[in-house]
Structures are given as C-alpha cells and as structure tokens.
C-alpha cells in the first residue's frame, strides 16, 4: 500500500502469496500517490478505500466477514477507521505508526 520498513513485506509480497492459495488480494492505491490521480487528503484516502470495499461487497459479492483488512504505514490509519466502520472480520496492521499528534 504505501511505505514499509521491509519492502518486502509489502502488497508485491503479499498478493502472489494469497493468490497462490486461491484468495482474493486488492490494494488501493491513494489519490496523489503513485499512478492514483486527485491530491492526497484524509477524505481522499478513506473514499477510495471504502469504494474498493464497496465494490467487492456489491459488484463481486464477497461478504464482509470474508474480507481482511490490511494497513502498512501510514495505511494503517484507513484500515482501522474502515474497520470500526463495520467493514472485515479481521485486521492486520504492518509497521503501524507508534505514536501520533492528534488535533482536537
């Protein structure tokens, strides 16, 4: 998804090793990160994620029990906020961010 500490571990990583057991793997790739048009913002980011999901529910028909989320990095933010939005049965958090500044 997006920086790790060992590349990796990241989705290039990750994906052939799901799929060579028969599952499905989807990475979103953010507004303004990589190939991904539009400028990077927190709305931008959690958009983008929740249409993926959106889409495996609707158009594909996965179920979100079957669906785990996954977070690397700063990408940890959005799986745990799509999480505690009702999406996945599980969540997996790579190098998550230890501490955080928080504006109220």
């Known amino acids: ?8 571990w990241g989705g290039a990583f990750l994906g052939p090793r799901f799929t060579d ?7 979103v ?10 400028s990077v913002s927190e709305e931008a980011v959690l958009v983008a994620s929740e249409a993926l999901l959106q889409h495996l529910e609707v ?5 979100r029990d079957s669906i785990i989320l996954c977070g690397q990095s700063i990408g940890c933010a959005p799986a745990i906020e799509l999480a505690n939005r009702g999406y996945g049965s599980k969540l ?3 190098s998550p961010f230890m501490s955080l500044k928080v504006s109220l």
Not at 59 to 63: M, T
């Open 92 to 94: 997996i958090l790579i």
């Open 59 to 63: 158009v594909k028909g996965v179920s």
């Open 21 to 27: 057991k028969g599952l499905g793997f989807f990475c």
């Open 1 to 8: 998804m997006v920086h790790c500490y060992f590349i990796r």
């Open 29 to 38: 790739e953010y507004p303004g990160y990589g190939l991904a048009n539009g």
